[in-house]
């Protein structure tokens, strides 16, 4: 049995050391787990820029992971770059395998066990472009994350990821009443779109300092909840965003509180049990607001906006939360103790070269 708890970690190289594997590994140590490093992609990138792309093989990929999921323990999962849509199927196919593992081990366990057994946390950081706007894969990346979305415990996009995502899911989505759910759809996506149809009914309004702490005073109205019931309801997200291109945003900017919450809500009918999008590209304010959206509550962070830009920073955000996921906070303990880390790494960074700091972490 391992001394601490282990997070699976898919994810590719940054030679640079700011980004990607080596983030993951870094914040994850300093979280006091172990990362088990699976690499996906070699990248030619610097502090700055991504020149190249060489996703790493599936069946690679899965040998990799397999060698350590027949031997070693895993608590939780961290997804960063798949670096192609195979390998996105690849580590769709083995969170599968690793959930069934651990569901056959509760059935077989004493019924005062069977907790300890349960799915392991899945964080997905959706990359879908570098800070400065370089591709981070050979297939379109909004595409590429499709069958990982419905798996994940806990996505971390940025505004304009959310965005992408959002817009992305739209164009494929039609109103359904949630009693005729289950003959249109799969029973998990059904039960994600009835949810996230509730979810409209979030409040915004529970803000917390991040310097301070704080408590949430947002959820779910007594009316949202009824919603759940209502037969006429529609199990529509969030409206149509308008994409210039395919999966990529017009402008690499962040979004408004509202937009925001919406596109939450669409990621949330796509099966992301916990959605937080990061408010780090909004524009025009000196204040960072993170916004989660959950199951039966919605909360806010706000944090000062540091000066200058970060190379890993939303790695670190992620990792960091997988990692404490595994060590057995729940997902508000976990949220609030990487954010504050992550704040923290950033403001004691570092250069290496002009451009993006790298995060003291």
Request: aromatic share 4%.
């Amino acid at each position: 049995m391992s001394d601490r708890p282990c997070v699976l970690v898919f994810s590719g190289a940054d030679p640079s050391g700011g980004a990607g594997m080596a983030a993951d590994i870094q914040a994850i140590t300093a979280m006091g787990a172990h990362a088990l490093p699976v690499l996906t992609a070699i990248t030619v990138q610097d502090n700055n820029r991504v020149h190249a792309v060489m996703p790493v093989a599936a069946d690679v990929v899965l040998q990799q992971a397999r060698a350590l999921l027949a031997q070693v323990p895993v608590a939780a999962v961290k997804i960063g770059i798949p670096g192609s849509a195979e390998n996105a199927q690849a580590i769709a196919t083995l969170i599968g395998e690793l959930r069934a593992t651990h569901r056959a081990a509760a059935g077989a366990a004493p019924g005062w066990a069977q907790r300890l057994y349960s799915d392991p946390p899945v964080v997905l950081d959706p990359v879908l472009r570098s800070g400065h706007g370089d591709a981070l894969g050979r297939d379109d990346a909004v595409q590429a994350l499709a069958p990982l979305l419905p798996l994940a415990t806990l996505i971390t996009p940025n505004g304009p990821e959310a965005a992408a995502l959002a817009g992305n899911a739209a164009r494929y989505r039609a109103p359904v009443r949630v009693g005729a759910a289950a003959n249109a759809a799969s029973g998990a996506g059904a039960k994600a779109r009835s949810v996230a149809a509730a979810a409209e009914g979030v409040t915004a309004d529970a803000v917390l300092d991040g310097t301070n702490g704080g408590h949430a005073t947002g959820g779910l109205s007594s009316v949202a909840r009824a919603r759940m019931t209502s037969e006429t309801a529609l199990a529509v997200a969030a409206p149509m965003v308008a994409l210039a291109t395919p999966g990529v945003p017009p402008v690499w900017h962040g979004t408004a509180h509202g937009d925001a919450l919406a596109h939450a809500r669409a990621l949330r009918a796509l099966g992301c049990t916990h959605v937080l999008v990061t408010g780090g590209h909004d524009e025009g304010s000196d204040v960072v607001i993170n916004r989660w959206l959950g199951p039966d509550r919605q909360q806010n962070w706000s944090w000062p906006r540091l000066p200058g830009g970060f190379h890993g920073s939303g790695c670190t955000l992620a990792a960091a939360t997988a990692a404490l996921l595994a060590l057995g906070n729940t997902m508000a303990q976990a949220l609030t103790k990487a954010q504050g880390y992550t704040q923290r790494a950033l403001a004691a960074s570092y250069a290496i070269a002009p451009g993006q700091r790298i995060p003291q972490r």
